[in-house]
């Protein structure tokens, strides 16, 4: 089975940093961990970083260090893996939608200046893929409207946007480390800002609401216990050490893809604006055929995964009276091809040839 998602660990680096971590009996949050938010802060040249469990939990302290309360107003591109949705349905705060771009899914600025009203306090575009909205209109658009920008780059860790990091352009930057992510320490995620009085919230809400468990004289704001582990962290530093193998077949591989499946009318590309900084975390089509594609693609022992459906569909019946025209394109005929960085160019090009039969024969 040629698999949806391949890349391979460094086995090697992580068992010696494993060994280091078991001699010296670092198992939960410790030196380990802040040496990994280090290298985070130099690596997407940031002041502050926080390691948490995972990019839900990014997330929803992130809503909760910026102080949203319950029936705030909150947007969210509609295009996105649910867990802004359910970070924001768990501090019960007021939900809206936007639509994405047509070639692109990615934030739609236009349709945005529709959905915002007086109410929102935050706005959240969601890097899918690496690809990343245009923020710098975005920032533009919302400049002295006191609204916050929480940018979820879960799938855009190393990927650029006018020579800055996915992450790094506004007040928050959330980012995931699960297995499916260019790097990963199989679950993680962290959270990256510049401003000093947002970092110390969120390490403060990562730790129950404490900043020192040694010395507890009063028990501090509310909290959550969100600490990482440095056992987690040693294959984080590893893999952020691999950072630019993993880029440079990512984009090799999106390039066989884009070379080959450009002779194919019926399946689609959705493009990566590679030689803007950006960077391919999956393959992605569009094609009208696709769920039969699929099952074609299966029998052949080629794994693929259909795009999940946008977040509105989780919502009430009223917002089912909305049209996202864009959105619901890319749910209706968006395709994971076989990605990740250590995919084979044998396996590749088997892919493409089947989806060249495929068409060719209905």
Known sequence: MIPQWKKKFDKNDILKRFKYALENEKFSEGSIVKSFENK??????????VAVPSGTSALLISFLALGL?????IIIQNRSWISVYNAAKL???????????????????NHLKKVLSKKTKVIVPVHMGGRI?????????????????????????????????????SDIGCFSMSITKTISSGQ????????????????????????????????????????????LASI?????????????????????????????????????????????????????KRN??????????????????????????????????NSEFYQKYGLYLPSGPDQKKNDIEKTVNEIKKFFNNV
């Open 40 to 49: 985070v802060c130099k690596f997407l040249k940031v002041k502050y970083a």
């Open 69 to 73: 309360k319950p029936k705030d107003e």
């Open 91 to 109: 501090l019960n705060l007021n939900i809206k939608f936007v639509d994405v771009d047509k070639n692109r899914p990615v934030l739609n600025i």
């Open 133 to 169: 909205c245009d923020m710098d209109e975005l920032l533009k658009f919302i400049k002295n409207k006191n609204i916050k920008i929480v940018e979820d780059a879960a799938q855009a860790f190393g990927s650029k946007y006018q020579n800055k990091f996915a992450g790094t352009k």
């Open 188 to 231: 993680g995620g962290f959270v990256v800002t510049n401003k000093k009085n947002i970092f110390e919230r969120l390490v403060k809400l990562k730790n129950n609401g404490l900043v020192n468990i040694n010395e507890i004289y009063n028990w501090g704001n509310i909290g959550l216990n969100l600490k990482f582990s440095d056992i």
């Open 236 to 288: 984080a530093i590893s893999e952020i050490k691999k950072f630019k193998i993993y880029k440079s077949k990512l984009i090799k591989n999106y390039s066989i893809y884009s070379k080959n499946l450009s002779k194919i009318k019926h399946a689609n590309l959705i493009p990566v604006y590679i030689n803007k900084g950006e960077i391919p975390q999956y393959i992605e089509i569009l094609c009208n």
């Open 292 to 325: 039969k594609l699929q099952l074609y693609l299966k029998k052949k022992n080629i794994d693929t995964r259909l795009f999940y459906p946008n977040l509105s569909n989780k919502d009430n019946k009223n917002l089912k009276k909305k049209k996202f025209l």
